[in-house]
Nanobody, 120 residues
Framework: VQLQASGGGLVQAGGSLRLSCSTS????????MSWFRQDPGKEREFVAA????????YYADSVKGRLTISRDNAKNTVYLQMNSLKPEDTAVYYC??????????????WGQGTEVTVSS
């Protein structure tokens, strides 16, 4: 599974960005999807996840109410809508796929990162 993330950039605090992650193939709905992020010098951390059908979503406490994960299985794409961004959201964001429809365990496939920088 090849994952291609995009949508990162520089934004002021309080602003918004939408990250996208697309993949090829006809079985996209078979994969639960996640977003992680990593700031230099820190460990990679979980941000959000969504089941294969899109019916279940999960969020890190630090992003609840501000970031929203969604997916369009017809377009083989998962999104991360990021609102009310804070400087502490600055990181490289990675999308990842689980080889199952439910979100369980660590992802099996990783995409390249897209950098998000939030200025104060």
């Amino acid at each position: 599974v090849q994952l291609q993330a995009s949508g990162g950039g520089l934004v002021q605090a309080g602003g918004s960005l939408r990250l996208s992650c697309s993949t090829s193939g006809r079985t996209f709905s078979s994969y639960a999807m996640s977003w992680f992020r990593q700031d230099p010098g820190k460990e990679r951390e979980f941000v959000a996840a969504i089941s294969g059908s899109g019916g279940r979503t999960y969020y890190a406490d630090s992003v609840k109410g501000r970031l929203t994960i969604s997916r369009d299985n017809a377009k083989n794409t998962v999104y991360l809508q990021m609102n009310s961004l804070k400087p502490e959201d600055t990181a490289v964001y990675y999308c990842a796929a689980h080889a199952r429809r439910v979100v369980a365990g660590n992802p099996d496939y990783w995409g390249q990162g897209t950098e998000v920088t939030v200025s104060s």
